[in-house]
């Protein structure tokens, strides 16, 4: 659908999308959807998502406004406001999946355990043009990282714990790639831990509220 607003009244619940094929989202905002994973869409499919706005959004478990276990591309949205009772406060991206977001942004998400921007467990993620900024407990989170993780010409910003943590994955498939990106006002700028590669260029570091960069 094109330039509609989608909410729940009090005392509805549940998810707007649950895509198990191929949908395309443009110009809508979801807001109110509620659901054990993925508040306001689901994904195992194909999912692009262009000019949208995803607020106000809960998820029992994980990822409080998308959870993504397929091939998810979002252009021009916004993941704002939305909470995970879990991991992924904004976004969740499940095993062996993908999650590309491209000029969007990622604000002001909370979730209780890891990425209140986004949570990956084994997933690929790309990460172009766009801002993470004030997520809790921290902004961009991917655990064992077998598929590579790209940040270019982004900013990750007032996050409260870590700007970005990574934990590599022995699969040498698994590099880590940041170029061009501002990270400022992060408990820790970046975290990364155990293998795999971590290519670091021409960014900037301004301001921490902790340590810059950290691993183990």
């Known amino acids: 659908g094109q330039g509609f607003t989608v909410t729940h009244d009090v005392g509805h619940s549940g998810r707007f999308f649950d895509n198990l094929s191929t949908l395309t989202l443009s110009h809508l905002t979801l807001s109110g959807g509620t659901a054990d994973d993925g508040g306001a869409v689901r994904n195992v499919g194909t999912l692009q998502i262009e000019d949208s706005l995803l607020i106000h959004n809960d998820a029992g478990d994980d990822g409080g406004a998308l959870f993504n276990d397929g091939s998810a591309v979002l252009v021009n949205t916004t993941i704002a406001h939305n909470s995970a009772g879990g991991d992924g406060g904004g976004i969740y991206g499940g095993w062996y999946g993908s999650t590309s977001l ?14 209140g921007g986004l949570f990956g467990y084994s997933t690929e993620l790309t990460l172009s043009n766009s801002t993470v900024t004030g997520n809790q407990p921290s902004g961009l989170v991917v655990f064992y990282a077998f598929d590579p993780v790209t940040i270019t010409n982004s900013t990750i910003s007032g996050n409260s714990s870590r700007g970005l943590h990574t934990i590599g994955g022995p699969d040498p498939g698994g590099t880590i790639r940041v170029e061009n990106t501002t990270f400022f ?31 183990g």
């Open 102 to 115: 491209i000029d969007s942004t990622l604000n002001d998400n909370d979730a209780f355990w890891f990425g």
């Open 185 to 215: 006002d992060n408990g820790t700028h970046m975290y990364h831990e155990f293998y795999g590669l971590a290519a670091i260029a021409d960014n900037i570091f301004a301001d921490p509220g902790g340590d810059p960069c950290g691993g």
